[in-house]
């Protein structure tokens, strides 16, 4: 039995508040107001029952969460909180990238952060139990110069899974077919760059003859497919094996039967060239192809299905982003029990707090089941065009780590008989 005065409760509540990460969680504080003004307080058992659900519930909220504590002299003392001093940046000759990525955990702000993400990326290339790896790729990642670092993450098995918009794949087919991109010179008027017929974008110039081009042969190609219904992955492996481009996204991902998807394809170049397909096929009276992204859906709940755990690393937000993080719970609602994320690794310029999905946190994503209790995150808040090359040179320098890296064989063919049986 405590008493106190009002003076002295606001200094227990604030207590409470203040400790909430070791909070009270086996009592309830009951007050008892006394006829003298005092406080008089007791902590109560909860029942065996309550105590589960909160334990539960606790276990949920973070995996960075420690044990609950109950009292306050089992607050992190002063001495804990303060054993890791910074560490701060040398330069050195024949320092690699994995040294820097090293060095970067003991410094602060993002440097910290991208240290922290090239440790969840080398832990989860070295885990044996091999989690299939799920990249989303929004942005204009090929534009911006990295291409090659996609195509080789494929071809070394780094991902297994990409989910990308439409512009960075067809950006890549473009340049398959001998196209580039340019540096943009400065100071160039706009409408002056649309009477030339050149597109921007920031500081990167495209040939938009050249794009119309590209949209043709993309139509002449798709015409040589029967007019029947496919997934992106399905109409994405065609087009890739039409490339010989031995840097090409789509090329290395269906030589390597890595499946690409683009949920939102209509909202690219492809979709354009998809739409002047059928509209030609239209005039022609002919039948026609169709893109199903809902069958999108089940295929990514298969691959999900067909590993132990999986990973996901998301490169700007959008809808590849939520693609690749809905799956575990597109799996319940489906009927086929997934469960989310062992690894997670963002690259991301979105801030959390305008409360859009492509600034979400993963400790958000968690509470709709996305990744799992105890899953390995990081999130660096930085431009992805620096810092994915950088990641993905320290996972070069440390290749005998984690290489070779068995490529995934999926089983496409049960995807509509998993969904009748368990329907």
């Not at 001093?85 to 993002?110: M, Y």
């Not at 859906?297 to 299905?305: I, K």
Request: aromatic share 8%.
């Amino acid at each position: 039995m405590i008493t106190c005065t009002y003076k002295e409760l606001d200094r227990l509540c604030e207590f409470r508040v203040c400790v909430q990460p070791y909070a009270l969680k086996n009592l309830d504080l009951l007050i008892l107001v006394t006829s003298d003004k005092t406080i008089t307080s007791h902590y109560q058992k909860k029942s065996e029952m309550e105590r589960k659900k909160q334990d539960n519930h606790e276990e949920r909220q973070s995996t960075n969460n420690g044990p609950s504590k109950l009292f306050e002299t089992d607050e992190p003392s002063k001495n804990h909180l303060l054993s890791h001093p910074v560490e701060h940046f040398a330069a050195e000759e024949g320092k690699d990238a994995s040294g820097v990525l090293s060095t970067f955990t003991r410094t602060g702000f993002q440097s910290r952060n991208l240290g922290r993400c090239y440790k969840v990326l080398l832990d989860l290339l070295k885990d044996p139990e091999r989690p299939v790896v799920f990249m989303s790729l929004a942005g204009a990642m090929v534009p911006g110069g990295l291409r090659k670092v996609i195509s080789d993450m494929i071809k070394l098995h780094i991902v297994d899974v990409l989910v990308s918009t439409g512009a960075n794949l067809y950006h890549d087919f473009y340049e398959s077919m001998g196209y580039r991109h340019y540096l943009a010179q400065d100071n160039v008027d706009d409408v002056f760059l649309r009477k030339k017929r050149i597109n921007r974008m920031l500081d990167i110039y495209a040939d938009d003859d050249q794009f119309t081009t590209a949209d043709a042969h993309i139509v002449k190609l798709t015409e040589k497919l029967p007019p029947n219904r496919y997934s992106t992955r399905e109409y994405l492996h065609f087009l890739g094996s039409q490339v010989r481009d031995p840097d090409s996204i789509l090329g290395v991902a269906s030589r390597e039967n890595v499946p690409v998807f683009c949920p939102a394809i209509s909202d690219s170049s492809i979709g354009i060239a998809l739409a002047a397909y059928v509209a030609k096929r239209v005039r022609e009276d002919k039948s026609y192809l169709t893109v199903d992204v809902i069958k999108d859906n089940l295929e990514a709940v298969s691959a999900r299905e067909q590993a132990p755990k999986s990973a996901a690393i998301v490169i700007g937000g959008g809808v590849p982003k939520n693609f690749i993080q809905q799956i575990a719970p597109m799996g319940e609602v489906v009927g086929i029990v997934l469960e989310g994320h062992t690894y997670g690794v963002q690259i991301t310029t979105d801030d959390p707090k305008w409360g859009g999905l492509s600034g979400c946190t993963f400790q958000e994503s968690q509470s709709w089941g996305k990744y799992v209790n105890g899953a390995s995150l990081a999130t660096v808040y930085a431009d992805a065009t620096i810092a994915l090359p950088i990641l993905f040179q320290g996972l070069i320098d440390q290749k005998k780590e984690w290489h070779p890296r068995s490529p995934f064989k999926f089983d496409w063919t049960q995807v509509l008989d998993k969904t009748r049986t368990t329907g």
